[in-house]
């Protein structure tokens, strides 16, 4: 089967060169395309110096865009499977056969690296933790269904859903919104446990400001998808 590892990136000039020689190390079966988010450091340059494989897209569209993107190279360039991996090194490319295991056995539709089940490595603030709880505690309720690590950037996926995200894939911080998206459609989705690590270099997108945006948004967005879903507006899957 053909997979492929998205990695999108925002100002990643620093972490991009090590990450990919990981990969090469560590998930040598896999093809990767970085998606160059309008960086504004030298992302571009050290790509192209490095030779990575490369979409720079001519401004910044935030995650969101980044891995619609990433999931259109996938589906044009017929892969089976797409992995998103953080172009931070927070995600050990080590885990990414665990990962990719369910989805490979058909036990999954997306498989989630969490890295709060055995909850091992990095962590994350405490702060962090409590929202992702809160987003996890919603979705729960929303759906009878629950997950723990909502919204980790480290997931794998079948065609079905690559499918899915080409058609409809939300902005901003995605991840709980997709995951309710594809849950509120019966996807088979597992949690897999994995340690993450703290980034290397540069800082997070997320600071206190966006965090508190970030909650308010992503909590009516769950709410909207569930009335979204009772009122059958998601288009068809194929």
């Not at 702060?127 to 997931?155: A, C, E, P």
Request: aromatic content about 10%.
């Amino acid at each position: 089967m053909k997979k492929l590892l998205i990695i999108p990136a925002f100002n990643e000039a620093k972490n991009l060169p090590k990450l990919i020689a990981e990969i090469k190390e560590k998930a040598p079966d896999y093809d990767y395309v970085i998606i160059n988010d309008g960086s504004t450091d030298d992302t571009k340059k050290i790509c192209k110096e490095h030779n990575l494989n490369v979409l720079n897209l001519p401004l910044n569209l935030g995650i969101g865009g980044a891995m619609q993107t990433g999931y259109l190279y996938a589906l044009e360039n017929n892969y089976d499977i797409a992995v998103q991996i953080d172009g931070d090194g927070q995600h050990d490319p080590l885990y990414i056969d665990k990962v990719v295991e369910p989805i490979l056995k058909g036990e999954a539709d997306l498989s989630i690296g969490s890295r709060f089940i055995e909850k091992e490595g990095f962590q994350s603030s405490l702060l962090r933790r409590i929202g992702i709880s809160l987003l996890g505690f919603i979705i729960m309720i929303l759906t009878g269904k629950r997950f723990y690590d909502v919204t980790s950037g480290l997931r794998a996926c079948n065609r079905k859903v690559i499918n899915c995200f080409v058609n409809s894939y939300p902005e901003d911080y995605p991840e709980p919104e997709s995951l309710m998206m594809l849950a509120m459609l019966d996807f088979k989705i597992l949690e897999i446990p994995v340690i993450m690590r703290e980034r290397a270099f540069g800082v997070s997108s997320i600071y206190f400001i966006a965090a508190v945006y970030y909650m308010i948004k992503v909590i009516l967005s769950l709410f909207l998808i569930r009335i979204r879903n009772k009122n059958k507006m998601f288009a068809p899957i194929k």
